[in-house]
């Protein structure tokens, strides 16, 4: 009962109702927590290993244009697993994202089907996934990297978002507190903060020109390192403009060098990327143009990007699952709480506000806490970005023997750090260039 209906039946009273609306979110994410799981094992070398036992998994998988070729498909089993499993979760999305749309409370039938059902749910999910198992390769994989890159692209905007929102949060609730209470002691924590993060930000630099650019060559690196450093000047010399002050008190270097560590992350994986073992030494050897040979390791995913990456995808999935932001203008764009349809439901035991604090409640009679459609659009992104990360942004090439790092991840991971920090500069400026509106 816990798994196929609304209420726990008696024997599981300690059961919360699956009509909670974070209950309901967070579920959704433990499947594709527990996707990402499966793909993680599968691309490990011992277990990659086994996957050629999978009947019909690698036989046939040369087949490209009705044309059978002789590939040694066992060179990139794992790759193909990943992006197998990436396929099935944002079918699976996909899939519930089209069925809400439109649902405006649970008084709509569909609503039952996003609060309930979740062991057929689950063997909705696992039907999917074995059924993306027996895709034929052909076009498959080199038009769904594309399709990744979309995805995860916008992935990385929303992490920006977020990542912004955090940052302006976290400033201002400590600014609060330094107002209410040991002023010296809140400051001393803001300037250590900061001062961490800038100093990390710095060492990072200084790390990537040693190891990612040589003084002959390799200009496509320090080209990048050097425009990200510049613009990482500029929003934090614009953070603490008097005029920007004075229209934002609390904006100041805390959100700047967050932002700033986040996007020398960003220029890491990036140039990690780079398709050239003279200016990128932690290119996979086997994923360059040469020929894969049985001599050579087995793709693994746990390069050091991977596991930066991998974690910041946790965080702000179970940030989109569980909270709502402190501003109503993210939550205008995120489609939460603040700006659902229930918002106004009331602030008592049921709304989503009490006591200032921001919730998440089980009453959407009159209107849902979040917008389904959007929240399972959001995991679809995500799914496509762990698929990404997981398979380090390569690219089987057309005789699918050989991964190799395209320029198209590079160029990628490299705009979404200029657009994140282009957003983070509209979002100090933006009360200077439109008065009119609020901000606050």
């Not at 499947?31 to 793909?39: A, K, R």
């Not at 696992?126 to 198992?133: E, L, P």
């Not at 390569?394 to 957003?423: F, H, M, N």
């Given at each position: 009962s816990c798994l196929c209906g609304s209420a726990p039946c008696l024997l599981c009273g300690c059961c919360p109702?699956?009509?909670?609306?974070?209950?309901?979110?967070?579920?959704?994410?433990?499947?594709?927590?527990?996707?990402?799981?499966?793909?993680?094992?599968?691309?490990?070398?011992?277990?990659?290993?086994?996957?050629?036992?999978?009947?019909?998994?690698?036989?046939?998988s040369g087949s490209v244009l009705g044309v059978q070729t002789k590939v040694d498909c066992s060179s990139f089993l794992g790759h193909k697993a990943v992006y197998r499993m990436g396929f099935a979760m944002a079918a699976f999305f996909c899939l519930f994202a089209v069925l809400m749309v439109c649902v405006r409370s649970s008084k709509d039938p569909r609503a039952a089907l996003q609060n309930g059902f979740w062991f057929f749910k689950f063997l909705v999910l696992?039907?999917?996934?074995?059924?993306?198992?027996y895709i034929p390769d052909g076009a498959f994989t080199s038009v769904w990297f594309y399709f990744g890159?979309?995805?995860?692209?916008?992935?990385?905007?929303?992490?920006?978002?977020?990542?912004?929102?955090?940052?302006?949060?976290?400033?201002?609730?400590?600014?609060h507190n330094a107002e209410q209470g040991s002023a010296k002691g809140w400051y001393a924590a803001l300037c250590t903060v900061t001062f961490i993060f800038y100093a990390a930000s710095i060492a990072a630099l200084v790390l990537l020109y040693v190891y990612y650019t040589k003084p002959k060559g390799c200009t496509e690196g320090k080209a990048f390192i050097s425009i990200n450093l510049i613009l990482c000047l500029i929003v934090s010399v614009v953070s603490i403009l008097p005029k920007i002050q004075e229209a934002q008190p609390h904006s100041g270097l805390?959100?700047?060098?967050?932002?700033?560590?986040?996007?020398?992350?960003?220029?890491?994986?990036?140039?990690?990327?780079?398709?050239?073992?003279?200016?990128?030494?932690?290119?996979?050897?086997?994923?360059?143009?040469?020929?894969?040979?049985?001599?050579?390791?087995?793709?693994?995913?746990?390069?050091?990007?991977?596991?930066?990456?991998?974690?910041?995808?946790?965080?702000?999935?179970?940030?989109?699952?569980?909270r709502s932001s402190d501003h109503p203008q993210v939550n205008k764009l995120m489609l939460t709480e603040e700006s659902g349809a229930g918002a106004g439901a009331g602030a008592g035991p049921g709304g989503a506000e009490e006591g200032g604090v921001h919730r998440a409640y089980d009453n959407e009679q009159d209107g849902v806490?979040?917008?389904?459609?959007?929240?399972?659009?959001?995991?679809?992104?995500?799914?496509?970005?762990?698929m990404m990360t997981?398979?380090?942004?390569?690219?089987?090439?057309?005789?699918?023997?050989?991964?190799?790092?395209?320029?198209?991840?590079?160029?990628?991971?490299?705009?979404?750090?200029?657009?994140?920090?282009?957003?983070?500069?509209?979002?100090?400026?933006?009360p200077l260039l439109l008065p009119n509106r609020d901000f606050s």
């Open positions: 109702s699956a009509k909670n609306s974070t209950i309901s979110r967070l579920l959704f994410t433990f499947f594709l927590f527990l996707g990402t799981l499966v793909s993680i094992i599968m691309i490990i070398p011992g277990v990659e290993k086994e996957l050629h036992k999978l009947p019909g998994f690698c036989e046939g696992v039907g999917i996934t074995v059924g993306a198992f890159v979309v995805g995860s692209f916008l992935f990385i905007l929303i992490q920006l978002v977020l990542l912004i929102d955090l940052a302006h949060s976290w400033s201002q609730r400590w600014l805390l959100q700047a060098s967050l932002i700033t560590l986040y996007t020398i992350y960003v220029t890491w994986a990036a140039l990690a990327n780079v398709p050239s073992q003279h200016c990128n030494p932690t290119l996979l050897l086997r994923n360059s143009t040469g020929s894969a040979t049985a001599t050579e390791p087995l793709t693994t995913w746990w390069d050091a990007p991977s596991i930066v990456g991998l974690v910041i995808f946790i965080l702000c999935t179970l940030f989109i699952s569980l806490s979040y917008n389904y459609t959007f929240f399972h659009l959001c995991l679809l992104l995500a799914a496509l970005y762990i997981l398979t380090n942004w390569y690219r089987p090439d057309e005789s699918l023997q050989v991964l190799s790092s395209p320029w198209t991840a590079v160029w990628v991971k490299i705009c979404s750090s200029w657009a994140g920090l282009l957003l983070y500069l509209w979002t100090l400026v933006a």
